[in-house]
């Protein structure tokens, strides 16, 4: 118990540093991408935190990668997920989830709890712990969170399931300011620590919230077509 204790104590001491150092580069300047969807605009910023993953999400954006993509896995109350090369050219229901060019990955740039998954959080795709324990990311493949509100008791019970893992290095608290954005805003606790986000909309969380409410099959393809038309860089960071 005394063990468990200290690295709880440890934890909270990380997790106060890393807001205080959060707090000293909220005014850099940050790189912002339009998605010129089916359903409208989403305007997202990228972290100046997460370096890797702005840049290569920038990249991405500037050689058309993501245009004419779909949105092809949608989860009511969850999440929206795009960037597999492979539904380009397929209808909807025709999308295989065969992961597209997945070559290499992006080494992970978790930064809980400055970045967490709040509603509207933009966040990298991944394969799972069996295989991918490094949580790299996919270089590609991105979600938007939607999510669901949390209260008290239910953020509780998600403290509680992190602190019944059974790796120790895997425990972490919610600090308050994220406890309230979860209770306010909604979101997904359950994905943090494990996850990269990297970026947050900040225009069109509505567009965000008709494209999770399509409906779906059972492999939660969504019925109707959702593209990404077009994407580009809407402003630079410098």
Same mark, same amino acid.
Request: hydrophobic letters at 35%; proline letters at 4%; glycine letters at 6%.
């Given at each position: 118990?005394?063990?468990?204790?200290? @690295?709880?104590?440890?934890?909270?001491?990380?997790?106060?540093?890393?807001?205080?150092?959060?707090?000293?580069?909220?005014?850099?300047?940050?790189?912002?991408?339009?998605?010129?969807?089916?359903?409208?605009?989403?305007?997202?910023?990228?972290?100046?935190?997460?370096? %890797?993953?702005?840049?290569?999400?920038?990249?991405?954006?500037?050689? $058309?990668?993501?245009?004419?993509?779909?949105?092809?896995? %949608?989860?009511?109350?969850?999440?929206?997920?795009? $960037?597999? #090369?492979?539904?380009?050219?397929?209808?909807?229901?025709?999308?295989?989830?065969?992961?597209?060019?997945?070559?290499?990955?992006?080494?992970?740039? %978790?930064?809980?709890?400055?970045?967490?998954?709040? +509603?509207?959080?933009?966040?990298?795709?991944?394969?799972?712990?069996?295989?991918?324990?490094?949580?790299?990311? #996919?270089?590609?493949?991105?979600? %938007?969170?939607?999510?669901?509100?949390?209260?008290?008791?239910?953020?509780?019970?998600?403290?509680?399931?992190?602190?019944?893992?059974?790796?120790?290095?895997?425990?972490?608290?919610?600090?308050?300011?994220?406890?309230?954005?979860?209770?306010?805003?909604?979101?997904?606790?359950?994905?943090?620590?494990?996850?990269?986000?990297?970026?947050?909309?900040?225009? $069109?969380?509505?567009?965000?919230?008709?494209?999770?409410?399509?409906?779906?099959? #059972? @492999?939660?393809?969504?019925?109707?077509?959702? +593209?990404?038309? +077009?994407?580009?860089? #809407?402003?630079?960071? @410098?």
């Amino acid at each position: 118990m005394n063990m468990k204790r200290n @690295l709880l104590l440890l934890a909270l001491v990380m997790l106060a540093t890393a807001g205080m150092a959060q707090k000293n580069q909220d005014t850099e300047p940050r790189a912002e991408v339009t998605l010129q969807t089916t359903q409208g605009k989403i305007v997202v910023a990228l972290s100046n935190e997460t370096p %890797i993953h702005r840049d290569n999400f920038l990249a991405q954006v500037r050689r $058309g990668y993501y245009d004419g993509l779909l949105f092809h896995r %949608i989860i009511a109350s969850f999440m929206i997920q795009c $960037g597999d #090369s492979t539904s380009r050219d397929v209808k909807a229901s025709e999308f295989t989830n065969a992961r597209g060019d997945n070559s290499y990955k992006l080494p992970a740039e %978790i930064r809980f709890p400055q970045l967490f998954h709040h +509603r509207g959080a933009l966040a990298a795709a991944r394969q799972g712990d069996q295989i991918n324990p490094e949580r790299m990311s #996919s270089p590609y493949e991105f979600y %938007i969170v939607w999510g669901k509100y949390f209260g008290p008791r239910e953020m509780q019970a998600e403290q509680d399931k992190v602190l019944a893992r059974d790796d120790s290095t895997r425990y972490f608290t919610f600090p308050k300011e994220v406890i309230d954005a979860y209770e306010i805003d909604g979101g997904t606790p359950h994905l943090d620590n494990e996850y990269t986000v990297f970026g947050e909309v900040i225009k $069109g969380l509505d567009v965000v919230g008709q494209i999770q409410a399509t409906k779906t099959d #059972s @492999l939660d393809r969504p019925l109707k077509e959702i +593209r990404i038309k +077009r994407a580009w860089v #809407s402003k630079e960071r @410098l």
